[in-house]
């Protein structure tokens, strides 16, 4: 009988850290891979905290750089845009003028990607990818990629394209940030090495639209993010 | 109105110049973009012939490198596998020990990345990705990330991501290796300029499973290949 294993699309943020959480105790640390994409965000804060995350939970951490891919790409995300990172919620941006954090089909690139590194890792084995994807991501159709119509159609796409060797799944598709945190704090997920904020700066900035969300995620379970912030 | 761009994924071999050579003929050389991808492979013959066969369509060739995506995959096809590219057709090889040629997902990370990389070059226009695969790649099974249910379903994939602004067509996935010929000696595609052989000798070795291919839908068309064989 082939082997199951898991690997996980870990950026070190909140969401991808409570999916390993999650896809260790679901399948035990040895049988989990995780693995950090670098795709030429402004700031290497998040991958840092994905090693952190990683050793927390004792899985390998596989490192994939797709940079080059998006050279060119418009978006304020990255370090050669021309755009800063704007401030304000999605539902701002979105009813301004269009996401502008949108990396060209991400989700879809890191996800076949992982697909490759998974049966690179063990050919023999059955894979779950795990992706960190949550209903807050697709709030007003900010990232397509995100939503549960594309995970349930990239799932079917990885599945014909492995010999049904590999499945993704998004455990947290239907969810919202709160949920996640609330399932993450049960199973203690070590928040305190995980890094959310879109700048890279010494403490997260606490205005960008992530930060927004991730600070309320948490006053909505009546706890206190162990992260510090710059604007209290 | 947005303007409609293709983008072809080329490797240099038979198939995909052919696939550009439609492409340049549906959209015009101004509006195509190709991309050749390196993942590794034994060879860089492919790749010069990528070049030579983008430069007579004037299109603009990208380079995208997933060598290290693949790193440890146990491929016959990739530099540091043990294993030798095997000799005799693909039904040979899988009636033997299943085929040794199948690179993981490569056809859906080449996919996804050629989407990305498409928004990044113009994110404003609408896009099609040119894919060569035909029904011959897909005989018993060979390799399922060249399937006609595959290619719908990262079509479905890859629209549901990108806002719908990136659409997948393989123009040649009902027909055969003869019926690409036959499309390509009629509207002149450069075969003298391609290469198919899955070893880098200096010609084509005339007895891997793809030089097989090659050789007979040419004599289906009453055809001899431009490019010489070793094996006469």
Redesign the interface.
Known sequence: MKSKKAIVLLSGGLDSSTCLGVAVKEHGSKNVHAVTVTYGQRHSKETCCAKDVADHYGVSLHT???T???????CSLLSDSQEDVPDGTYYEQIHDKGVSTY???????M???I???????D?DATWTVYLGVHSDDTAG?AY??C?E??VG??N???N????GQ?SVIAPFVGLHKSDIVKVGLEIGVPYELTWSCYKGGEKQCGKCATCIDRREAFRLNGATDPVPYEEQ
């Open positions: 994939i750089d797709l080059e891919i998006f050279a060119g790409a418009n990396v060209p089909f991400r989700n879809g690139l996800v076949a990607a697909a490759s590194k998974a049966l690179s890792i050919g159709d397509p990629d939503s119509e594309f159609a990239i079917n796409a990885v014909i394209g492995t010999y590999v």
